[in-house]
């Protein structure tokens, strides 16, 4: 996959809920998710970990991976979605990504996930200290919950 980050990512409407990633995380891990960069976005984006968030919408779910974390699930931006494979784990123990947003929910800030998880294709990884945070705004809204891992390891 390219560096060359997918419009609907710049759009209008997606580009603040992109940024408030990196913002979010900054306020409550007290440390930056990425390198200061004057293009946020891009900087999410071509990240070396993979980063992925959920927003909770009164619509609907929109979804954000990075260009890594596409990787990980075996998709592209418009065939991700963290509920593809059911937020139930399997037989085996594996989850959708939905588990990692759970966590986030769960513990109310910042806070670690290990586990086995699934790709859009199916296939089992197990990842390993991933760091889930809920969206908070400055004024304190939660707008969804997102997730970041750099290690992980194929099951399959």
Known sequence: ???????????????????????????QARRPLVQKSDDVIAALWTAPCAILAQYELSDA?????????????ETDYLGFSPQVKGSHAGKDGSASANELFSAANHAGGVAKYSGNLMSCR???????????????????????YAAMFDLWIALD
């Open 122 to 144: 199916g296939n089992r990884f197990r990842v390993q200290h991933a760091i889930t945070w809920p969206l908070i705004d400055e004024s304190g809204a939660c707008y969804g």
């Open 1 to 27: 996959m390219s560096s060359f980050v997918p419009p609907p990512y710049r759009d209008a409407a997606m580009a603040p809920k992109i940024e408030l990633i990196a913002s979010s995380y900054l306020r």
């Open 61 to 73: 779910a929109t979804h954000f991976a990075n260009r890594c974390a596409l990787e990980v699930y």
